[in-house]
């Protein structure tokens, strides 16, 4: 009796040929980017120079201050490019549901949409901080218009998945525009549209602590000229007081979606 | 009795050259249920959502209370709206709105905006909202989510919420397809004791011959998007729903 | 259920019947929010900075900006902005599929149902939310301190930041995993490596993928703009044209940019609707 041997797995040459891809991808990348094992190594001297540089944290009372000021800016500049956000982002939002809107209200305004979420947020607020000059406000303006390109896709997003027969049966009682947005749309997107807006509460706050590097206010000013003192100890600060807040946030935002759910 | 809807020559084509309705004519009296039965794909929808223009006809007349709703538009198709109530199908209620909320519905064609966003309906809707919810035989359920309730229930809802617009003609399409037997019986007293105690006419789309020849005073039959019966259940022969129906496997 | 005959419309005499959308508690809670929320935003918007003059000339100031761009210094393409672009490229690719790698054990570790220990749960959790919390442009910082300027401070950033977000989604992956094949395999004595290869892994392989490439298409944003604190990239180019005040050639930077996000985007979705 001659035995044929048969295969339990057929192999997935697929598969395994992109993994090969990716392995040789990976090989060719690190020797682009000049990563020799003896640059390694002294990077790693280096770091362990820099963490001993950055230990212990510096908790002076005048650096506290600076602290203080900058992580309220920082806030301050959350809070209102997401409110701002939000109010902008729920009409943009329902412009560009192609369900609702005839064909190029939709596609106009995705194609706004598009341009709000091209731009990392530091890039709008260098533009910014030329257009209106350095501080909060130049943040609050790039920050608003990254809200904007998160907050309405998202938006749309959910209009798009709604049952139109639930809206269909609000508008056949004779309700105006209005009337169906408020009974029929709003009724099925609005947990949703929380939860990411208090996603986007959060993202801002983490963007509000970088837009200062390059102007936009905000304890990213502080951090950057820490660094460039080399106060590697107030950065540690810094970075401390950043991850505390950012968790705290996140905390505050989980409750929140779940409150309204 | 004057006729309170009258349809003339009314067509219709989803595709060019295919008419789903094809001339239909029809008066409908001022009271009394009528059903309208047919195979599925013979135009029976179409034609009840015609009326209320949630499709548009291809051509023809639809009047209403003198108007021709075909060709209205905007404010005033609003208005003609707001006097038909419609119940479908799924029952189409908003699921995360609670039973007195989709009530409400059935006024918003008469409640500003600002009011609906607050939410603060005049007293006399509310009051009318619970002698419905009694009516159908939901007087606990005021603030129970939509979606918490069983099928039955939920057409109980969407016929109180066309009640509330205090139509002068009421529409369902296809009311009872979602439910069980004795759901449906149900829901058929309730739309023929609507259409007695309001003294308007109630229109139903339905699959179940039997039903219709129980609870309607008049029965229309449809077949390849024309009328080929239109008298009362009494009248209506095996030969009919021969024509029809087509083919008489389902009769046995 | 037969139909009382009674018309809809006041008795005389009868209770009126009242009608409240939120219950009492849910009330406070939700007044307790607005007040909250709206002393949050007339605060900050009376404390925040401005100042007016520079309010008043920012239209004027922005047709300046666009006017200086154009027309777009095409020259800069050879002379910088072309190779920056391929490291750009390298540097988002390479930082993600790092990222990856150490992504996976945290994740792991923050799992309840994989790892028990709610010590070191808690920990792998620090370690993600402190990931996420820095900026990638603030990681970039602190390696250019360490390994010097150039695209390796650049890939490292990436590669930490991402760590945060792609453990996190990850780890709720894996807590969401039915329990049933996992009960399987453990009935039948199979190791610990083993189920989580066999087990765990087929049931998150589709998560994983649709992850790695959001944060993919993420990162190549974020790696666009790790130059202008020196970490590689196209963000050099763009910081020499600001520093220059050659803003014909900050315009190509951003017309560049521009169109790597958008074909970024076109190549995610694609992948995703044909292969996931």
């Not at chain 1, 936009?216 to 401390?240: E, M, N, P, S």
């Not at chain 3, 996976?104 to 790892?115: D, K, S």
Request: with cysteine; net charge neutral; charged share 15%.
């Amino acid at each position: 009796m001659s035995a044929v041997k048969r295969q339990a797995f057929a192999p997935n040459w697929i598969a395994r040929g992109l993994w090969l891809a990716l392995f040789v991808y990976v090989v060719y990348a690190l020797g682009i980017l000049d990563v020799s094992w003896d640059r390694f190594v002294r990077g790693l001297d280096n770091g362990a120079r820099f963490l001993g540089r950055m230990f212990p944290p510096d908790f002076g009372a005048k650096k506290l201050d600076l602290l203080w000021e900058g992580m309220v800016e920082s806030f301050q500049i959350a809070v209102l490019s997401t409110a701002a956000g939000v109010i902008l982002s729920l009409p943009l939002g329902l412009l560009a549901a192609r369900n609702l809107m005839p064909a190029w209200v939709a596609w106009s305004a995705r194609g706004i949409i598009a341009l709000c979420r091209s731009f990392h947020p530091v890039i709008t607020a260098i533009l910014f901080v030329k257009a209106v000059g350095f501080g909060a406000l130049a943040g609050v303006l790039a920050l608003i218009l990254a809200s904007m390109g998160f907050i309405s896709k998202l938006f749309a997003e959910a209009i798009e998945e709604m049952s139109l027969k639930q809206v269909e049966a609000v508008r056949a009682t004779g309700a105006g525009f209005f009337n169906v947005l408020i009974m029929g749309v709003l009724p099925q997107v609005n947990a949703r549209a929380i939860g990411f807006c208090a996603y986007q509460l959060d993202s801002n706050l983490r963007n509000s602590t970088m837009v200062g590097i390059v102007g936009g206010g905000g304890i990213g000013a502080a951090l950057f000229t820490a660094y460039q003192r080399f106060d590697y100890d107030f950065v540690l600060t810094i970075l401390l007081a950043i991850i505390a807040v950012i968790m705290v946030s996140e905390v505050v935002s989980g409750q929140l979606r779940k409150a309204f759910q | 009795m004057s006729a309170a809807l009258v349809i003339r020559n009314l067509r219709k084509e989803y595709r060019a050259g295919v008419p789903v309705l094809k001339d239909v004519s029809l008066e409908i009296g001022g009271e009394g249920l009528t059903a309208i039965i047919g195979p599925s794909g013979t135009g029976k929808s179409t034609l009840i959502r015609c009326i209320n223009r949630l499709v548009d006809p291809s051509s023809g007349q639809i009047l209403f209370g003198g108007e021709d709703i075909a060709q209205l538009e905007g404010r005033a198709l609003r208005e003609a709206r707001r006097r038909i109530g419609m119940v479908f199908q799924e029952y189409n209620l908003v699921e995360r709105l609670t039973v007195m909320e989709n009530l409400l519905c059935g006024r918003l064609g008469y409640v500003s905006v600002w009011r609906v966003w607050l939410r603060k309906f005049p007293d006399a809707d509310i009051e009318r909202a619970f002698e419905l919810l009694d009516t159908v035989g939901l007087g606990e359920f005021a603030t129970r989510r939509a979606d918490a309730l069983s099928g039955g229930q939920r057409q109980r809802v969407g016929i109180a919420r066309a009640v509330m617009q205090g139509p002068e003609l009421v529409l369902a399409d296809e009311p009872t397809s979602s439910l069980d037997p004795k759901t449906s019986v149900e829901i058929m007293e309730l739309l023929a004791g609507l259409a007695k105690a309001r003294s308007i006419p109630v229109v139903v789309n339905i699959h179940n011959v039997e039903l219709a020849k129980r609870f309607a005073q008049r029965i229309i039959g449809m077949a390849q998007g024309v009328v080929v019966f239109d008298g009362p259940p009494s009248a209506l022969r095996e030969d009919h729903l021969i024509q029809i129906y087509g083919g008489q496997g389902w009769l046995e | 259920m037969t139909p009382s005959d009674r018309l809809p419309g006041g008795v005389a005499g009868s209770t009126v019947r009242r009608w409240v959308r939120f219950t009492p508690g849910q009330r406070i809670g939700r007044t307790l929010a607005y007040l909250i929320s709206m002393i949050a935003i007339v605060w900050s918007v009376r404390t925040i900075e401005v100042i007016p003059e520079f309010l008043y000339d920012a239209p004027e100031q922005a047709v300046d900006l666009f006017r200086r761009m154009w027309p777009i210094d095409w020259s800069f393409w050879h002379k910088m902005v072309a190779e920056a672009l391929v490291e750009t490229f390298h540097t988002a690719t390479l930082g993600t599929l790092i990222a990856l790698v150490l992504a996976i054990p945290v994740a792991l570790l923050a799992a309840r149902n994989v790892t028990p220990s709610v010590g070191l749960n808690l920990l792998a959790k620090f370690i993600l939310v402190a990931s996420r919390s820095v900026n990638s442009l603030i990681w970039a910082l602190l390696f250019v301190a360490v390994f010097g300027p150039g695209a390796l401070a650049g890939t490292l950033a990436i590669a930490f930041r991402s760590i945060g977000f792609v453990g996190k989604l990850l780890a709720e992956a894996l807590e969401e995993t039915p329990v049933g094949p996992i009960e399987a395999l453990t009935a039948a004595g199979a190791p610990r490596g083993s189920i989580l290869l066999e087990g765990y892994w087929p049931q998150i392989e589709p998560s994983f993928w649709s992850v790695a490439l959001f944060r993919w298409d993420i990162n190549v944003r974020e790696s666009a703009v790790l130059g202008l604190v020196g970490a590689g990239g196209i963000g050099v180019a763009l910081d020499t044209g600001l520093n220059n005040l050659y803003w014909d050639q900050v315009g190509l930077c951003l017309l560049v940019i521009f169109v790597v996000v958008i074909a970024t985007e076109i190549a995610t979705s694609t992948i995703r609707s044909r292969i996931i």
